[in-house]
T-cell receptor
Protein backbone atom coordinates (compact mmCIF):
# COMPACT_ATOMS: atom_id res chain seq x y z
CA UNK A 1 0.00 0.00 0.00
CA UNK A 2 1.33 3.44 -0.96
CA UNK A 3 2.50 5.63 1.90
CA UNK A 4 3.57 9.19 2.52
CA UNK A 5 7.32 9.33 3.08
CA UNK A 6 9.03 11.85 5.34
CA UNK A 7 12.64 12.45 6.28
CA UNK A 8 14.37 12.75 8.56
CA UNK A 9 12.37 10.96 11.23
CA UNK A 10 14.18 12.79 13.99
CA UNK A 11 16.10 16.06 14.04
CA UNK A 12 17.93 17.72 16.90
CA UNK A 13 19.21 21.21 16.33
CA UNK A 14 20.31 24.23 18.24
CA UNK A 15 18.30 27.41 18.24
CA UNK A 16 19.12 29.86 15.47
CA UNK A 17 20.11 27.00 13.14
CA UNK A 18 18.28 26.16 9.93
CA UNK A 19 16.38 22.89 9.49
CA UNK A 20 14.59 21.35 6.54
CA UNK A 21 12.07 18.55 6.30
CA UNK A 22 11.15 16.59 3.19
CA UNK A 23 7.90 14.93 2.22
CA UNK A 24 7.00 12.67 -0.69
CA UNK A 25 3.21 12.25 -0.96
CA UNK A 26 1.32 9.29 -2.36
CA UNK A 27 1.66 9.24 -6.12
CA UNK A 28 -1.19 11.05 -7.85
CA UNK A 29 -2.26 13.04 -4.82
CA UNK A 30 -2.72 16.66 -5.80
CA UNK A 31 -3.12 18.08 -2.31
CA UNK A 32 -0.30 18.16 0.22
CA UNK A 33 -0.48 19.40 3.80
CA UNK A 34 2.13 20.26 6.42
CA UNK A 35 0.97 20.10 10.03
CA UNK A 36 2.67 20.86 13.33
CA UNK A 37 1.69 18.81 16.35
CA UNK A 38 2.84 19.86 19.80
CA UNK A 39 2.87 17.08 22.39
CA UNK A 40 -0.59 16.55 23.83
CA UNK A 41 -2.33 18.60 21.15
CA UNK A 42 -3.93 17.91 17.81
CA UNK A 43 -2.25 18.63 14.47
CA UNK A 44 -2.38 22.26 13.36
CA UNK A 45 -2.29 23.03 9.65
CA UNK A 46 0.69 25.14 8.64
CA UNK A 47 0.42 25.11 4.86
CA UNK A 48 -1.63 23.42 2.16
CA UNK A 49 -0.67 22.94 -1.49
CA UNK A 50 -2.87 22.15 -4.45
CA UNK A 51 -0.37 20.85 -7.00
CA UNK A 52 2.46 23.40 -6.82
CA UNK A 53 0.34 26.30 -5.54
CA UNK A 54 -0.11 27.35 -1.93
CA UNK A 55 -3.82 27.51 -1.13
CA UNK A 56 -3.57 28.14 2.61
CA UNK A 57 -0.59 29.33 4.63
CA UNK A 58 -2.51 31.45 7.10
CA UNK A 59 -0.96 29.69 10.12
CA UNK A 60 2.59 29.55 8.76
CA UNK A 61 4.99 31.86 10.65
CA UNK A 62 6.33 33.39 7.49
CA UNK A 63 9.15 35.27 9.14
CA UNK A 64 10.96 31.99 9.78
CA UNK A 65 9.06 29.20 7.98
CA UNK A 66 8.94 28.55 4.27
CA UNK A 67 7.49 25.72 2.21
CA UNK A 68 7.69 24.78 -1.42
CA UNK A 69 6.39 22.13 -3.77
CA UNK A 70 8.14 23.13 -6.95
CA UNK A 71 7.03 20.40 -9.35
CA UNK A 72 3.80 19.62 -7.60
CA UNK A 73 5.14 16.35 -6.22
CA UNK A 74 7.46 16.32 -3.20
CA UNK A 75 7.73 19.19 -0.77
CA UNK A 76 10.18 20.81 1.62
CA UNK A 77 9.41 22.72 4.80
CA UNK A 78 12.19 24.92 6.15
CA UNK A 79 12.68 26.76 9.42
CA UNK A 80 15.31 29.46 9.68
CA UNK A 81 16.21 30.29 12.37
CA UNK A 82 14.81 27.60 14.63
CA UNK A 83 13.50 28.65 18.04
CA UNK A 84 12.94 26.63 21.20
CA UNK A 85 9.17 26.84 20.69
CA UNK A 86 9.47 25.06 17.33
CA UNK A 87 10.07 21.73 19.06
CA UNK A 88 7.21 19.54 17.84
CA UNK A 89 6.24 16.76 15.44
CA UNK A 90 5.97 17.95 11.85
CA UNK A 91 3.52 15.87 9.88
CA UNK A 92 3.01 15.74 6.15
CA UNK A 93 -0.24 14.45 4.66
CA UNK A 94 -1.66 14.11 1.18
CA UNK A 95 -5.05 13.59 -0.40
CA UNK A 96 -6.33 13.02 -3.92
CA UNK A 97 -7.88 16.46 -4.14
CA UNK A 98 -8.96 19.24 -1.84
CA UNK A 99 -12.43 17.79 -1.32
CA UNK A 100 -14.20 17.69 2.00
CA UNK A 101 -14.62 13.93 1.84
CA UNK A 102 -11.12 13.09 0.66
CA UNK A 103 -9.10 11.06 3.12
CA UNK A 104 -5.86 12.59 4.33
CA UNK A 105 -3.01 10.11 4.49
CA UNK A 106 -0.35 11.06 6.99
CA UNK A 107 3.35 10.29 6.95
CA UNK A 108 5.26 9.10 10.04
CA UNK A 109 6.32 12.65 10.91
CA UNK A 110 9.60 14.35 11.78
CA UNK A 111 10.22 14.89 15.48
CA UNK A 112 12.11 18.17 15.89
CA UNK A 113 13.92 19.05 19.09
CA UNK A 114 15.43 22.53 19.38
CA UNK A 115 18.04 22.94 22.10
CA UNK B 1 -14.52 31.65 20.28
CA UNK B 2 -14.34 28.39 18.35
CA UNK B 3 -13.45 25.30 20.30
CA UNK B 4 -13.19 21.55 19.85
CA UNK B 5 -13.10 19.60 23.09
CA UNK B 6 -12.08 16.01 23.64
CA UNK B 7 -11.47 14.42 27.01
CA UNK B 8 -7.97 15.46 27.95
CA UNK B 9 -7.70 12.71 30.53
CA UNK B 10 -6.91 9.20 29.43
CA UNK B 11 -9.73 6.70 29.27
CA UNK B 12 -8.98 3.28 30.76
CA UNK B 13 -11.37 0.44 30.08
CA UNK B 14 -11.37 -3.30 30.49
CA UNK B 15 -10.89 -5.57 27.47
CA UNK B 16 -14.19 -6.60 25.93
CA UNK B 17 -16.07 -3.50 27.05
CA UNK B 18 -17.30 -0.69 24.81
CA UNK B 19 -15.18 2.45 24.76
CA UNK B 20 -16.99 5.73 24.16
CA UNK B 21 -15.07 8.87 23.28
CA UNK B 22 -16.58 12.34 23.02
CA UNK B 23 -15.94 15.25 20.68
CA UNK B 24 -17.77 18.49 21.51
CA UNK B 25 -17.52 21.65 19.50
CA UNK B 26 -18.51 25.29 19.89
CA UNK B 27 -19.13 27.94 17.26
CA UNK B 28 -18.61 25.59 14.34
CA UNK B 29 -21.22 24.21 11.97
CA UNK B 30 -19.36 21.32 10.40
CA UNK B 31 -20.86 19.52 7.47
CA UNK B 32 -18.32 16.72 7.93
CA UNK B 33 -16.53 15.19 10.87
CA UNK B 34 -13.70 12.66 10.84
CA UNK B 35 -12.12 10.40 13.41
CA UNK B 36 -8.46 9.37 13.34
CA UNK B 37 -6.31 7.00 15.34
CA UNK B 38 -2.77 8.00 16.31
CA UNK B 39 -0.19 5.70 17.84
CA UNK B 40 2.77 7.17 19.77
CA UNK B 41 5.38 8.64 17.45
CA UNK B 42 3.29 8.00 14.33
CA UNK B 43 1.03 10.02 12.08
CA UNK B 44 -2.76 9.86 12.42
CA UNK B 45 -4.64 7.19 10.49
CA UNK B 46 -8.11 7.92 9.10
CA UNK B 47 -10.91 5.78 10.52
CA UNK B 48 -14.34 7.20 9.64
CA UNK B 49 -16.05 10.20 8.12
CA UNK B 50 -19.63 11.18 8.98
CA UNK B 51 -21.74 13.83 7.26
CA UNK B 52 -24.08 16.22 9.04
CA UNK B 53 -27.13 14.49 7.57
CA UNK B 54 -25.97 11.08 8.84
CA UNK B 55 -26.85 10.24 12.40
CA UNK B 56 -24.65 7.18 12.62
CA UNK B 57 -21.84 5.44 10.74
CA UNK B 58 -20.40 1.99 11.36
CA UNK B 59 -17.24 0.17 10.33
CA UNK B 60 -16.57 -3.23 11.83
CA UNK B 61 -16.31 -2.63 15.62
CA UNK B 62 -16.40 1.14 15.25
CA UNK B 63 -19.46 3.37 15.43
CA UNK B 64 -19.66 7.14 15.13
CA UNK B 65 -22.65 9.34 15.86
CA UNK B 66 -23.07 12.99 14.94
CA UNK B 67 -25.60 15.20 16.72
CA UNK B 68 -25.60 18.69 15.21
CA UNK B 69 -28.13 19.90 17.78
CA UNK B 70 -25.94 18.89 20.73
CA UNK B 71 -22.83 19.82 18.72
CA UNK B 72 -21.31 16.51 19.59
CA UNK B 73 -19.88 13.38 18.04
CA UNK B 74 -19.47 10.11 19.90
CA UNK B 75 -16.98 7.43 18.86
CA UNK B 76 -17.59 3.89 20.07
CA UNK B 77 -15.33 0.85 19.94
CA UNK B 78 -17.21 -2.34 20.82
CA UNK B 79 -15.52 -5.47 22.17
CA UNK B 80 -12.39 -3.42 22.80
CA UNK B 81 -8.96 -5.05 22.64
CA UNK B 82 -5.55 -4.00 24.01
CA UNK B 83 -4.53 -3.33 20.38
CA UNK B 84 -7.14 -0.53 20.31
CA UNK B 85 -5.01 1.44 22.79
CA UNK B 86 -4.07 4.69 21.08
CA UNK B 87 -5.00 8.36 20.91
CA UNK B 88 -8.16 9.13 18.97
CA UNK B 89 -8.59 12.50 17.29
CA UNK B 90 -11.71 14.09 15.92
CA UNK B 91 -11.47 16.61 13.09
CA UNK B 92 -14.28 18.79 11.85
CA UNK B 93 -14.69 20.64 8.58
CA UNK B 94 -14.57 24.39 8.98
CA UNK B 95 -16.32 25.86 5.96
CA UNK B 96 -15.05 29.32 6.89
CA UNK B 97 -11.42 28.37 6.38
CA UNK B 98 -12.01 25.38 4.09
CA UNK B 99 -9.99 22.94 6.14
CA UNK B 100 -10.29 20.32 8.82
CA UNK B 101 -9.61 21.43 12.39
CA UNK B 102 -8.36 18.77 14.80
CA UNK B 103 -9.24 18.27 18.43
CA UNK B 104 -6.58 17.54 21.03
CA UNK B 105 -7.36 13.84 21.12
CA UNK B 106 -8.27 11.35 23.83
CA UNK B 107 -5.85 8.65 24.90
CA UNK B 108 -7.53 5.27 25.24
CA UNK B 109 -5.97 2.38 27.13
CA UNK B 110 -7.62 -1.03 26.99
CA UNK B 111 -6.57 -3.20 29.89
CA UNK B 112 -6.15 -6.96 29.40
Amino acid sequence: EAEVAQSPRYKITEKSQAVAFWCDPISGHATLYWYRQILGQGPELLVQFQDESVVDDSQLPKDRFSAERLKGVDSTLKIQPAELGDSAMYLCASSLERETTDTQYFGPGTRLTVL
Amino acid sequence: SQKIEQNSEALNIQEGKTATLTCNYTNYSPAYLQWYRQDPGRGPVFLLLIRENEKEKRKERLKVTFDTTLKQSLFHITASQPADSATYLCALWDSGTYKYIFGTGTRLKVLA
